[in-house]
């Protein structure tokens, strides 16, 4: 085991941070396996094919309820046990075919999307992940039918981004040797009708202290679920309440052992994100085509609005800004299932891109189609409202951007210690360069695979990333430590490594592409692949040249001034 | 009862065609492909014969490239037992005839007693597979069939005739039956289905297995060439009607559509 993990080529955004492009182990963009490519195609299809006919996303919008019948058509067409293992009567999928299945669902329908993802992305997952043969074989059956629909129960509130904070207890008790938990949850997706939970509470008391992760079923003496409550948008799902009182758990409805709740609850979040970023990619697809079908239509002024430069603009971002979130997406969960390992930081990355990629693609839909956006019998204003919660639920993008980035800071981290270190002891230049092992300290070089006709593009790749890890030299250089506390610097250290990111799945998918089918057969994508890139390095330069600015003092003193006054500081009359 | 159901594999609907340099096909690299529409109704038929009777076996053949592969596969997520690809080179291009004696070569070898078809490909759209196939076996054929039931050993069909109106007939086994598309609700593949898919049993007989000769089949055995093929030309006629009362308007519509524009 260690082994393999061994041989494992780095997670690819640590080489963003050093320097140093991993050019090998992400190239050729990783393909599907056949089979599993074509039952996933067969799955999207056949989902396409029961939505066209039963999915009226306008009702379920205005009824705020995904009705019964459709959540157990679902589970009839065996959606709900996708990624549950074949032994336990499921499909197996791997990240790459349940990506696409998010995805599709996603198009179609974002409460669907959240639904499934309560209850296989995350409710799921600690089973999946940590469940032990005995919990598994009772359980995952029924999860994979749909009988047994799941959920995921951390949030508190007063715990949300710091989950840490929870107050759910589960007390042990010796006498009837079970535990028992106490307190309460809050929005919790599927609250209304899921049959099995997976709960986060502080257990105390002889079997051990610290966090774990507890099932309780629906049913269980002293459980109870709130009203669904009333949201801005992916209104059909069922958004809850769960109270606890003195619930009896049995030790064999541990989930791992006591003390690892919160690395099981941070590693289902880990795994669930990416295929939040593949919906999200989904949803800007359906947004795009209907922009483009309006602005072929609409005629303004003689003309169809797609011939103005401020539509077009629009239209061209919106498909190119989907292309480099559907790359980075697919070669993230392409590495995954290639590898057989996670990619934490990456998933997380992509989450953050998806869902603002999305948020910003939706609003740009809302323009173009002008004042019919805003009303309440199209669909844009769904797509609009639906779109928004992506960007704060499954770690919001704030905490993803500052998790992801220490994490990717630590390699290069090491290397500047150990040069700082080597500076004090008075090293020659050599014993300098050795010290600084992991950093390239020289430009970064195109990578091999780029062929002649995106040569530019690749360059402009080369150059963003070299010109991004010097600085990430040069403010651990200055800040060490205290880049913990640097969220200024941060934020921009992680949108630079978010775009390159994205530059890097795109160079490596449209050089797949150009490969194995020649220019002539790439041209959209080679027209995406420019229009992405073109972009995305001017982002980074920009992210990079401004690392530390006057600016961040004056949002700190006004942050200062706005939390002691309450409100605008500078009334006019 | 032994019932073979032949697919074709054709772009999906929502392709963009493009048409060869040449003018006579269509580009077909980067296209998506599904089962014929048609097709999916007489894999549904033969389905519900096999569950109404409880017994049988239920065998889907197409004749096409590799890429084919799948549309069999579909058929046997739908939950046909077992699959027939005529894949070999030999087989491609050609006509009706070519495919129907190629069509009708499988169901001698496989005996079987029916053997339904869809009514037209949604692609070239000749429509005359099924009754090329049923003169070359010998066997009474019904075209747009709305209904089928197993009767006394024999077959009760409905056919759709002109202006929604249906004629009942019993047909004897064995028999072939062009089915059409929407006589009822085709069943949703399930990733169960699915998976059970790839572990059925599909083979490739070639000619000489069943017993064809190359200049019978494929390009070899074709009598129809196609000289060229283009896009419909565009026309950009628009009419208002005029009428005070929305039931008088809607009845000027619909005439209209029936006398002039002839599509319904
Ligand atoms: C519709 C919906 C469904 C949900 N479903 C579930 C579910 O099924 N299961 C479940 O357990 N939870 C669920 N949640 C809860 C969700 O995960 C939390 O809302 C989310 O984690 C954020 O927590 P919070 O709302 O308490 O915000 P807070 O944590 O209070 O954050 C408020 C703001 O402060 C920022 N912030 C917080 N800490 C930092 C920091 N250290 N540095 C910088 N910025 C920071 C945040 O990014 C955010 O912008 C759901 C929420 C919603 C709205």
Redesign the interface.
């Known amino acids: 085991m260690t082994d393999e993990k061994h041989a494992l080529p780095a997670p690819p955004t640590e080489g963003l941070f050093l320097g140093k492009i991993d050019e090998e182990s992400i190239y050729p963009f990783p393909e599907q396996d056949p089979d599993e490519k074509e039952i996933a195609d067969m799955t999207v299809a056949a989902f396409r094919e029961w939505a066209d006919d039963n999915l009226d996303s306008e009702k379920i919008d205005r009824d705020q309820e995904i009705p019964e019948s459709v959540r157990r058509q679902l589970g009839e067409l065996g959606l709900l046990g996708a990624t549950v293992p074949e032994e336990y009567e499921g499909a197996g999928f791997g990240t790459t075919s349940y990506c696409r299945l998010v995805e599709e669902m996603c198009r179609r329908d974002a409460s669907l999307s959240v639904f499934l993802g309560a209850h296989l992305s995350i409710g799921a997952k600690p089973l999946l992940l940590y469940g032990n043969p005995e919990q598994k074989a009772r359980y995952l059956p029924g999860v994979a039918t749909g009988e047994t629909i799941c959920a995921f129960a951390l949030t508190e509130p007063g715990s949300g981004s710091d989950a840490n904070a929870m107050r759910t207890t589960a007390e042990w008790d010796d006498a009837k040797g079970v535990f028992r938990l106490n307190g309460n949850k809050i929005w919790i997706t599927n609250g209304s009708y899921a049959e099995l939970f997976s709960v986060f509470a502080k257990a105390r008391g002889a079997r051990g202290n610290g966090p774990g992760a507890f099932i309780v079923r629906r049913g269980q003496k002293g459980f109870s679920n709130g009203p669904s409550e009333h949201k801005l948008g992916i209104r059909g799902t069922a958004t809850t309440e769960l109270a606890f009182q003195d619930v009896e758990v049995a030790p064999e409805d541990v989930i791992g052992e006591i003390g690892e709740g919160f690395k099981i609850a941070l590693e289902t979040l880990e795994t669930g994100r990416l295929s939040l970023g593949a919906g999200c990619t989904g949803g800007s697809k359906e947004c795009l085509k209907m922009a483009v079908e309006h602005a072929t239509e609409r005629t303004q002024f003689r003309k169809t609005i797609i011939s103005f430069g401020m539509i077009r603009e629009k239209l061209s971002r919106m498909a190119a800004h989907t292309y480099g979130s559907e790359s980075a997406v697919y070669l993230t969960s392409g590495l995954i299932d290639r590898d057989h390992r996670t990619l934490p930081v990456e998933a997380g990355y992509c989450k953050v891109l998806g869902s603002e990629t999305l948020w910003e693609v939706v609003n740009d839909t809302v323009q173009v189609v002008g004042g019919i956006g805003y009303m309440e019998e199209y669909p844009y204003q769904r797509s609009l409202r639906d779109a928004r919660i992506n960007l704060i639920f499954e770690g919001t993008n704030e905490i993803l951007r500052l998790s992801g980035t220490l994490e990717a800071l630590k390699e290069p981290s090491h290397a500047v210690t150990a040069r700082l270190k080597a500076e004090k002891a008075g090293l020659g230049a050599e014993g300098l360069e050795q010290a600084m092992g992991a950093i390239a300290g020289q430009a970064a070089t195109v990578p091999r695979w780029v062929p002649e006709v995106i040569a530019v593009e690749g360059e402009c790749f080369a150059a963003a990333v070299t010109a991004f890890s010097a600085k990430v030299v040069d403010v651990l250089r200055r800040h060490r430590r205290r880049i913990l506390g640097q969220q200024y610097t941060l934020r921009r250290l992680a949108d630079g490594a978010i775009q390159l990111y994205a530059m890097l799945a795109v160079l490596s998918r449209v050089s797949t592409r150009i490969a194995a089918v020649g220019e002539e057969r790439s041209a959209k994508e080679i027209l995406l692949a420019r229009r992405f890139i073109e972009e995305a390095a001017v982002r980074v330069h920009h992210e990079v040249e401004a690392i530390e600015t006057p600016r961040d003092g004056f949002d700190d003193q006004l942050a200062e001034l706005l939390g002691e006054e309450g409100r605008y500081p500078a009334p006019l009359f | 009862m032994k019932i073979l159901v032949c697919i074709k594999q054709v772009p999906d609907k929502d392709a963009r065609l493009v048409l060869d340099d040449a003018g006579r096909g269509i580009v077909q690299?980067?296209l998506n492909w599904?089962v014929n529409e048609s097709d999916r109704y007489a894999v549904e038929t033969g389905l519900r014969l096999k569950q109404t009777l409880g017994q049988g076996e239920v065998v889907v053949c197409t004749l096409g490239p590799d890429r084919a592969r799948?549309a069999l596969?579909?058929a046997l997520?739908m939950g046909a037992d077992r699959g027939i690809h005529l894949s070999d080179p030999d087989y491609r291009g050609g006509d009706p005839m070519t495919v129907a004696r190629v069509l009708a070569a499988v169901a001698r070898s496989e005996q079987a007693e029916l053997v339904l078809c869809g009514t037209r490909s949604d692609d070239e759209g000749y429509g005359q597979t099924p009754i090329l196939l049923a003169g070359l076996l010998d066997r009474p054929a019904v075209f747009l069939t709305m209904g089928v039931e197993v009767q006394d050993g024999s077959l009760k069909v409905i056919r759709e005739l002109e202006a929604g109106r249906q004629e009942e007939s019993i047909v004897p086994l064995p028999a072939v039956l062009a089915i059409q598309s929407g006589i009822y609700?085709v069943r949703?593949?399930?990733?169960?289905?699915?998976?059970a898919?790839?572990r059925k049993k599909v083979t490739q007989p070639t000619p000489t297995e069943l017993g064809l000769s190359s200049d019978q089949i494929g390009g070899t055995g074709q009598r129809i060439e196609v000289l060229s093929m283009a896009p419909p030309e565009a026309g950009g006629h628009c009419e208002f009607i005029e009428a005070d009362k929305p039931d008088v308007a809607a009845r000027e519509l619909v005439e209209k559509l029936r006398r002039e524009a002839k599509v319904i």
Do not use: F, H, P, V
């Open positions: 690299a980067d599904e799948k596969n579909t997520a609700e949703y593949t399930s990733l169960k289905g699915i998976m898919a790839k």
